[in-house]
T-cell receptor, first 112, second 114 residues
Framework: QKEVEQDPGPLSVPEGAIVSLNCTYSNSAFQYFMWYRQYSRKGPELLMYTYSSGNKEDGRFTAQVDKSSKYISLFIRDSQPSDSATYLCAMSVKGGSEKLVFGKGMKLTVNP | NAGVMQNPRHLVRRRGQEARLRCSPMKGHSHVYWYRQLPEEGLKFMVYLQKENIIDESGMPKERFSAEFPKEGPSILRIQQVVRGDSAAYFC????????????FGPGTRLTVL
């Protein structure tokens, strides 16, 4: 079983839709949870960061962490064509090297 | 405030040559991570360095790959005797001390081995 599982999609939605992206993980030691956005042939851009469990909201983006279920989510409200990108979940263990373990990434297309 | 810089952005090498990838972290960041992204795969951790020290190299292939982060100058990922399977995007990320896991990525170097 992989440490981090993410449905690679692709996912195509109309403009204005609510998008839900999810990852599951197996390592209960993960405490830092991140979502990165990666445009084609660019570097990943840190979008959302959450420590331990709970919700975090930033504009149209909401990140949720459910440690009891080992499940994290990213919601995008009122999606825009500019949101079209690959979304990567990432997580790390507190302490040590804090190296990131990534999901495979979900390719999202928002159609105008 | 410049972000993480990587060069070259694109690198073409023939099998058996050496590849040198450079990374300058964000100002004030003392931690550097290297990741590799193979086609159709996610990002995989390779190595974590602080100035003059390799802290975690658990993701580095045992042969042909090495990394350094000298006291002065950029971090360097070196691949000797490249093979076609080394073709990938190599990303560098940096973080400040006590970042709580947050890492900021550069634009990557795309290595093509002919």
């Amino acid at each position: 079983q992989k440490e981090v599982e993410q449905d690679p999609g692709p996912l195509s939605v109309p403009e204005g839709a609510i998008v839900s992206l999810n990852c599951t993980y197996s390592n209960s030691a993960f405490q830092y949870f991140m979502w990165y956005r990666q445009y084609s042939r660019k570097g990943p851009e840190l979008l959302m960061y959450t420590y331990s469990s709970g919700n975090k909201e930033d504009g149209r983006f909401t990140a949720q962490v459910d440690k009891s279920s080992k499940y994290i989510s990213l919601f995008i409200r009122d999606s825009q064509p500019s949101d079209s990108a690959t979304y990567l979940c990432a997580m790390s263990v507190k302490g040590g090297s804090e190296k990131l373990v990534f999901g495979k990434g979900m390719k999202l297309t928002v159609n105008p | 405030n410049a972000g993480v810089m990587q060069n070259p952005r694109h690198l073409v090498r023939r099998r058996g040559q050496e590849a040198r990838l450079r990374c300058s972290p964000m100002k004030g960041h003392s931690h550097v991570y290297w990741y590799r992204q193979l086609p159709e795969e996610g990002l995989k951790f390779m190595v974590y360095l602080q100035k003059e020290n390799i802290i975690d190299e658990s993701g580095m292939p045992k042969e042909r790959f090495s990394a350094e982060f000298p006291k002065e100058g950029p971090s360097i990922l070196r691949i000797q005797q490249v093979v076609r399977g080394d073709s990938a995007a190599y990303f560098c990320a940096s973080s400040p001390q006590s970042s709580g896991g947050q890492q900021f990525f550069g634009p990557g170097t795309r290595l093509t081995v002919l």
